[in-house]
């Protein structure tokens, strides 16, 4: 069978190829991909290369399919797998591997196994590991949205707090606690705001700060204080570009004491040095956001770590258990992860928009592999829609929808590019 799909030759070099695929084996399956999200991880990839830690260093001789935030059909099932897929259903994946210690993940390191193609094929170990998924929401995008969002819920999991006397690592965030998302109306960000309002384990007060009054706006579009409050959460945004003391302005929202749970969604020296300042005792600081510098640092108070039990943490990706919550979630409708989506493109846009997705505005750049189409943020539609009746029925999609993509927009746009 032939696949159509974007490869990764060396540093910077993405070729959109049209290729022959091996006859699966059968501890193999192959699938159709339907949708694909770009992440900041597939950028480092691309402009890295063979340096990279997932990529091999023979990818001018053996390139490898980029995307790992992928979803769609199952297709061909090997003897092997039988019992547990069925052809002709939807799958979601877990691209964290941890294969018997190697770093080989989908979109990194396999030739014939990532998101950016029209079909793939799945090796046995995403099986054995149970990272294979049976998907049985509506829409394929938000099984793609998945991954990202499992990396959110397990950052939410991975803090921790501790009881004065008790050396006990009390797992997760503060039920009832205060909760800060720093620079956080980006895309994991706005993904962060969705869970934490929706999930069991709720703060009573979460304060989101950004510097973009635009992407702030965008965020209060998107919740309401009034929603957040019939879920027992006081929710007040921030924007810290002319505040002269950021963390005292912080400081006095929490009532004084300092924060239970603060998150960095930004790799800015600023940002992390206020998380630190807001801490309350036993403060947990998680620092998301993944650094491209590796000598990347901030200032400390040691003082507050050795009396106040501050502490800080990073945590990087989610697990299985993370994204079967995150699926689970999503087929009930409890969360949407579509607010972290902003654009929508094919496979043929898909190169360009990994190697210049830092200087790309807005969130979440979502991929859908069988259709070409260039990248169209989802604030274009109305204009675009003037000239073309496709954007013009889009726009009213998800006009319908608060401005947000949806399962409704994503059939729309299969079914009228398949004609």
Known sequence: MKTRAVRLYGKNDLRLEEFELPEIKDDEILVQVVSDSICMSSYKAAIQGPDHKRVPKDIDKNPIIIGHEFAGNIVKVGTKWKDQFKEGTKFAQQPALNYKGSMASPGYSYKYFGGDATYMIIPQEVMELGCLLN??????????????????????????????GSYVHHMGIVEGGKMALLAATGPMG????EYII???RRPSLLVVTDIDEKRIAKAKAIFSKEKAAERGVELIFVNTKDIEDVPEYLMRLSGGTGFDDVYAYAPVRSVVEQADKILGRDGCLNFFAGPTDTKFSGELNYYNVHYASTHVIGTTGGNTDDLKECLKMTEAGLINPAVMVTHIGGLDSAAEATLNLPKLPGGKKLIYTNIDMELTAIDEFEEKGKTDPLFAELDEIVKRNNGLWCAEAEKYLLNAKSK
């Open 135 to 164: 998907y049985k929401g509506e829409a394929y995008y938000e099984a793609s949205l998945a991954e990202p969002m499992s990396c959110i819920i397990g950052a939410f999991h991975a803090n921790f707090h501790t009881k004065m």
């Open 190 to 193: 706005l993904g962060a705001i």
């Open 198 to 200: 929706n999930c069991d």
